[in-house]
């Protein structure tokens, strides 16, 4: 599995390339893989730093991981994904949770002896 990250305006880039473009936005995205939107409010609003919602989404991930297993399968069977959200980082050094779970993806892989490469962003 290849993993990169990406911006959504980054659709068609990654369509081009013919890789699989994953939502994971609160808004719209796949809610197995999203946050919540309370995690995400309280981000927003300055009530919990980074450290914390690092914590609590990685603890809703390890809830989905329970509650959707299939989901989690058919993710990991994937070739080439591009993980997605609105958050403007450019690097893995941004507070973004699309690079949360990409570094949730690859210990996934890692336990399951599933090669997974971070490729960072998807840049054009």
Same mark, same amino acid.
């Given at each position: 599995?290849i993993?990169y !990250?990406?911006? *959504?305006a980054?659709?068609?880039?990654?369509?081009?390339? +013919?890789?699989?473009f994953?939502?994971?936005?609160?808004? #719209?995205g796949d809610?197995v893989?999203?946050? +919540?939107w309370?995690?995400?409010?309280?981000?927003?609003?300055?009530?919990?730093?980074?450290?914390t919602?690092k914590v609590?989404?990685?603890n809703?991930?390890?809830e #989905?991981?329970?509650?959707?297993?299939? $989901?989690w399968?058919? *993710?990991?069977e994937?070739d080439?994904?591009?993980?997605?959200c609105y958050? #403007?980082?450019v690097? $893995?050094?941004h507070h973004?949770?699309?690079f949360?779970?990409?570094d949730?993806?690859k210990?996934?892989?890692?336990?399951? #002896?599933?090669?997974? !490469?971070l490729m960072?962003?998807l840049k054009?």
């Amino acid at each position: 599995m290849i993993i990169y !990250t990406a911006q *959504m305006a980054m659709w068609r880039l990654a369509k081009k390339l +013919n890789y699989e473009f994953i939502d994971t936005t609160v808004k #719209s995205g796949d809610p197995v893989f999203a946050p +919540n939107w309370d995690l995400v409010k309280r981000w927003k609003a300055g009530e919990i730093d980074w450290e914390t919602y690092k914590v609590e989404y990685v603890n809703l991930l390890r809830e #989905s991981w329970y509650r959707h297993p299939e $989901e989690w399968r058919k *993710m990991m069977e994937k070739d080439e994904i591009v993980i997605a959200c609105y958050c #403007s980082g450019v690097d $893995e050094t941004h507070h973004c949770h699309r690079f949360i779970l990409a570094d949730v993806l690859k210990a996934v892989g890692d336990k399951r #002896s599933i090669p997974v !490469t971070l490729m960072g962003e998807l840049k054009k």
